[in-house]
């Protein structure tokens, strides 16, 4: 059984890798982030995240948890987001002792934090169509110009190089606990995420060869 988790920060490819793994494997993609999006009218979530509040620890297990009991995750799953907090990863190998199962393998995507906010800082958006570009890796072919419908484009508030430290520090604090629970139990593979998309998953394809 392939019970994967992922951890990447901002700016690594993490979704790229997600959608890679689950298509390869079979897996159900199991993304907190969009099960918290598509759950947003629900009486369980709706007073925390109408007020902006972050949801607590419980309500999220205990999203997690229902979904997890469905069928199609019987075969495996990989889990996106989520566990975040070292109880989390505790109530879900709880979870999982119960139904006779266990996390078989944690993929953490590694990254040099300046080449993130590189890379990051460099992203330029159309607000027209959406189009996404990049000054050094994809750049538009008019400067500042959208190719695709000729709107200026402008960088995210999000991008800014400030904006990506803080938030790659944040990152880094929440994982730092996590990282050290998987390695204990010996199933974290340490990815390099600062190669081709292909690299990253090659790396990822041979430690399941290996498990
Ligand atoms: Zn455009």
Redo the contacts with the bound molecule.
């Keep these: 059984m392939k019970n994967f988790i992922l951890f990447g920060p901002p700016g690594a490819g993490k979704g790229t890798q997600a959608k890679t793994i689950s298509k390869t494997y079979g897996l159900v993609h199991l993304s907190t982030g969009d099960m918290l999006r598509e759950a947003k009218d629900d009486p369980m979530f709706a007073p925390y995240m109408s007020a902006g509040k972050l949801v607590p620890d419980n309500v999220i297990v205990e999203m997690v948890v229902k979904r997890l009991k469905k069928p199609d995750c019987s075969e495996g799953f990989l889990l996106d987001g989520f566990p975040r907090t070292l109880s989390q990863a505790q109530e879900l190998d709880k979870f999982l002792t119960k139904e006779n199962k266990k996390v078989s393998a944690v993929f953490c995507i590694l990254t040099e934090n300046e080449e993130i906010v590189k890379r990051l800082s460099g992203r330029r958006v159309?607000p027209?169509?959406?189009?996404s570009f990049n000054i050094d890796s994809m750049p538009p072919k008019k400067e500042g110009i959208?190719?695709?419908?000729?709107?200026n484009l402008i960088q995210r508030k999000d991008d800014n190089p400030d904006t990506i430290r803080e938030r790659l520090s944040v990152y880094d604090k929440q994982t730092k606990v996590l990282i050290d629970y998987y390695e204990k139990q010996g199933i974290l593979a340490k990815i390099d995420g600062m190669l081709t998309p292909e690299k990253v998953f090659e790396q990822i394809s041979d430690y399941v060869k290996k498990m």
């Design positions: 159309c027209a169509c959406g189009g959208c190719d695709l419908c000729g709107a």
